[in-house]
């Protein structure tokens, strides 16, 4: 640790580092040596720390605000070029203050339809080519938690969030066949949250084929099977024990009984919970496959792949405290445990908050264009 800088971190370090010296928190998470399974719960840390010092997050837009003439015409040349009003905002600012300022300098607005011919033809496609652990990884994600359909020529994959940790495990899985589009959408449970759509090629088409069951796949292909359905509908808590549970949530009864008896014949023991509806399934009741045996929850850790940045920096705390000492099992996770879960907490609801806003922006603009 440099000299000067002592943890736990006073304000006025804090303060320093973050506000003046505008270092990000994975950078002063280096700076005072914190090492952790994951940089995630090292920068979760830091930003603990921010909040409990009263510290409050930089204006992510505070450097964009005053649009240039420089970056207009920057704007108005990849316009003319074809790039759509999304791209060329990208994550400085939304796509409404881009459509102002194009009108301002008379740039002509490409009518929807042609936009969207455009579109679909100047972004290529590319067909699958995961393999059999890639195929059965995503048919586990798209059963859990995902829309998927033909569309046309296409097919459409969709879902909505209010993690941005989702849109990043979505953009590994599926950005490198083809664009992702988003947009900000109402939500019965957080008010607002994010829409994200994936159109890809036919290639994806045995993403429709809901009759492959996971007892018929190999003990590999099954474990990335389970690995996708974990990373749409599954979860890692803490219990009053201080040790883990797992679970995986959803309304398909039968679904949850072919996980149940594969994790059986691989020697780990779950049970099959049964909860009554709930605001999110009205129709019927949810069911939920619990493992919470240590070594059940070791060895299935262990064995799922699984990719959510989330769910994959939980498991790495889980996996370091299984092999740790008792006295470390009773500081040091905990405050790793609970810093991360506070990280993830403020990402949420920072991204919720940005879809409100992109949310009125649009729609203000929608009225005030007639």
């Given amino acids: 640790m440099p000299e000067g800088l002592t943890w736990p971190p006073k304000k006025e370090d804090l303060e320093r580092l973050y506000l003046v010296e505008k270092l990000s928190a994975s950078k002063i998470a280096k700076a005072y040596g914190l090492n952790y399974p994951s940089n995630k719960t090292a920068e979760s840390t830091i930003l603990y720390h921010l909040r409990k010092n009263g510290i409050g997050r930089r204006d992510r837009a505070e450097h964009i605000r005053k649009v240039t003439e420089e970056m207009t015409s920057e704007w108005v040349r990849r316009y003319q070029a074809g790039e759509s009003l999304r791209q060329i905002a990208g994550r400085l600012v939304d796509s409404v203050t881009v459509w102002n300022h194009l009108r301002k300098e008379g740039t002509e607005i490409r009518d929807k339809v042609s936009a969207q011919i455009e579109s679909a033809t100047k972004h290529s496609r590319v067909s699958f080519a995961g393999g059999s652990d890639g195929k ?5 994600l798209t059963q859990g938690d995902l829309y998927v359909a033909s569309h046309g020529r296409l097919i459409r994959v969709k879902t909505a969030s209010t993690h941005p940790a989702m849109r990043d495990l979505l953009k590994s899985c599926f950005g ?28 994806f088409d045995f993403l429709l084929d809901h009759n492959v069951l996971s007892s018929d796949l190999a003990p590999a292909s099954f474990a990335h099977y389970v690995a996708g359905l974990f990373d749409a ?43 009554g509806a709930t605001e999110l399934s009205p129709g019927g009741d949810v ?23 989330e769910k994959v920096a939980k498991k790495e705390i889980v996996l370091a405290q299984y092999l740790a000492s008792e006295a470390e099992r ?22 919720v908050k940005e879809a ?9 603009a929608i009225l005030a264009g007639g």
């Fill in 287 to 309: 069911w939920q496959l619990r493992v919470w045996r240590r070594s059940d929850v070791k060895l299935t850790l262990e064995m799922l792949p699984i990719r959510h940045p």
């Fill in 356 to 364: 409100e806003r992109i949310y009125y922006a649009r729609r203000g």
């Fill in 176 to 203: 490198g066949y083809g664009p992702l589009y988003t947009s900000p959408k109402r939500s019965r449970l957080t008010g607002f949250e994010w829409a994200f759509t994936f159109d890809l090629d036919r290639s």
């Fill in 330 to 351: 009773a500081g040091d996770f905990e405050a790793a445990w609970d810093s991360l879960l506070e990280g993830i907490r403020a990402e949420r609801n920072a991204y």
């Fill in 136 to 140: 059965a990884y995503l048919r586990g």
């Fill in 233 to 275: 509908e599954g979860s890692i808590t803490r219990n009053s024990t201080g040790w883990y549970e797992l679970s995986i949530t959803n309304s398909d009864k039968e679904l949850l009984l072919r996980v149940f008896s594969g994790l059986e014949e691989l020697g780990i023991y779950s049970r099959l919970v049964r909860h």
